[in-house]
T-cell receptor, first 109, second 114 residues
Framework: GQNIDQPTEMTATEGAIVQINCTYQ??????LFWYQQHAGEAPTFLSY??LDGLEEKGRFSSFLSRSKGYSYLLLKELQMKDSASYLC??????????WGAGTKLIIKP | DADVTQTPRNRITKTGKRIMLECSQT?????MYWYRQDPGLGLRLIYY???????NKGEISDGYSVSRQAQAKFSLSLESAIPNQTALYFC?????????????FGEGSRLTVL
């Protein structure tokens, strides 16, 4: 079957750096997405990777290794507003999105 | 105003009742989706539509039906609600003709079935 694994919860300190990992086993691969979801709100798009390597966008970066079935989202200079769930999703060979359960990130002062 | 609007935002209903969740969008996107989100699970696709005449089942379509009344409107119905359909429901749209564009989500409809 298809599977996306992410840690359930992580805690980090304001101003620090945190890396949220995502591993996947899917039937084919057409890209990987990261979304941010604040409690009680809609998910919002953060990044899309289809080629190996690191994509940087401000304080957020996303890395992909297709051979390892692995991605991470790196958040720098953490702010309290970064407290949210981070969802990893993979586009499979049928262009269907397979979603992970999300990682709840708690930022402490 | 939100680009993707869902109504109602919250609904409590009883087992066996018919419920409709409505979604409208002003983004001009052809592709629209209905997902449900449950604690500890990833988003799961219920139905999706690529245009007014195109309706497709997702991975968990049983117990649900949809209607694409216009490019901008996509409704989800629960014909006879049951407690395990208690969840947070999201409508989403996607730009472009391909599948790699970002999804734009509505604010969600929280449904409780007693």
């Amino acid at each position: 079957g298809q599977n996306i694994d992410q840690p359930t919860e992580m805690t980090a300190t304001e101003g620090a750096i945190v890396q949220i990992n995502c591993t996947y086993q899917t039937s084919g691969f057409n890209g990987l997405f990261w979304y941010q979801q604040h409690a009680g709100e809609a998910p919002t798009f953060l990044s899309y990777n289809v080629l190996d390597g690191l994509e940087e966008k401000g304080r957020f970066s996303s890395f992909l290794s297709r051979s390892k079935g692995y991605s991470y989202l790196l958040l720098k200079e953490l702010q309290m507003k970064d407290s949210a769930s981070y969802l990893c999703a993979v586009l499979d060979s049928n262009y269907q999105l397979i979603w992970g359960a999300g990682t709840k990130l708690i930022i402490k002062p | 105003d939100a680009d993707v609007t869902q109504t109602p935002r919250n609904r409590i209903t009883k087992t066996g009742k018919r419920i409709m969740l409505e979604c409208s969008q002003t983004k001009g996107h052809d592709r629209m989706y209905w997902y449900r989100q449950d604690p500890g699970l990833g988003l799961r696709l219920i139905y999706y539509s690529f245009d007014v005449k195109d309706i497709n089942k997702g991975e968990i379509s049983d117990g649900y039906s949809v209607s694409r009344q216009a490019q901008a409107k996509f409704s989800l119905s629960l014909e006879s609600a049951i407690p395990n359909q208690t969840a947070l429901y999201f409508c989403a749209t996607r730009e472009g003709q391909g599948d790699t564009g970002e999804l734009f989500f509505g604010e969600g409809s929280r449904l409780t079935v007693l």
